[in-house]
T-cell receptor
């Protein structure tokens, strides 16, 4: 079946602008995660959604970052007033449940000029 | 929170030799330890994982060992091939939520 998809694949924006990144998880997966990968670095956890529970936002680096998950499926990560240090690859993953294997999307490469 | 350290950051081996990557974790509640392979420009792909009730797991040329007492786990790749060249990430998960990743090891297999 289809894997996790993300859009756009690349995004170039100017400092101060807002951006929205989209994630379509694998159908039927109840858990969804956002990670950030800076150049040459590991994956940094941002936020986690599980079913109808309140999301775990403990990894969000500032209040400029927020995410929603509508209808238990598609998720949008929003970065307001982007800064150059926000430049990174933003990866989404989904799993069948909170304790199951996570499958990653291809990521969105964000460049803030 | 959990802290995962990974070594080495880069590793070069001759084709056919073995490669070992080591990780340590800090949270004794961690009970699941996956390894992901990420080729250049591609998404991370799960290659093997181990749960805390098991000490070792093998899948063809890949094996993972876990020492819960010492809080470390390792990835072993035998008979390395050029297509094994990639960045490998270890991770640990306390509970049933998000993963905490190591900083990655860039493995180069020299033909």
């Amino acid at each position: 079946g289809a894997g996790v998809s993300q859009s756009p694949s690349n995004k170039v924006t100017e400092k101060g602008k807002d951006v929205e990144l989209r994630c379509d998880p694998i159908s039927g997966h109840t858990a969804l995660y956002w990670y950030r990968q800076s150049l040459g670095q590991g994956l940094e956890f941002l936020i986690y959604f599980q079913g109808n529970s309140a999301p775990d936002k403990s990894g969000l680096p500032s209040d400029r970052f927020s995410a929603e998950r509508t209808g238990g499926s598609v998720s949008t990560l929003t970065i307001q007033r982007t800064q150059q240090e926000d430049s990174a690859v933003y990866l989404c993953a989904s799993s069948q449940g909170g304790g199951e294997t996570q499958y990653f999307g291809p990521g969105t490469r964000l460049l803030v000029l | 929170g959990e802290n995962v350290e990974q070594h080495p950051s880069t590793l070069s081996v001759q084709e056919g030799d073995s490669a070992v990557i080591k990780c340590t974790y800090s949270d004794s509640a961690s009970n699941y330890f996956p390894w992901y392979k990420q080729e250049l420009g591609k998404r991370p792909q799960l290659i093997i994982d181990i749960r805390s009730n098991v000490g070792e797991k093998k899948d063809q040329r890949i094996a993972v060992t876990l020492n819960k007492t010492a809080k470390h786990f390792s990835l072993h790749i035998t008979e390395t091939q050029p297509e094994d060249s990639a960045v490998y990430f270890c991770a640990a998960r306390p509970g049933a939520n998000n993963l905490f990743f190591g900083t990655g090891t860039r493995l180069t297999v020299i033909p």
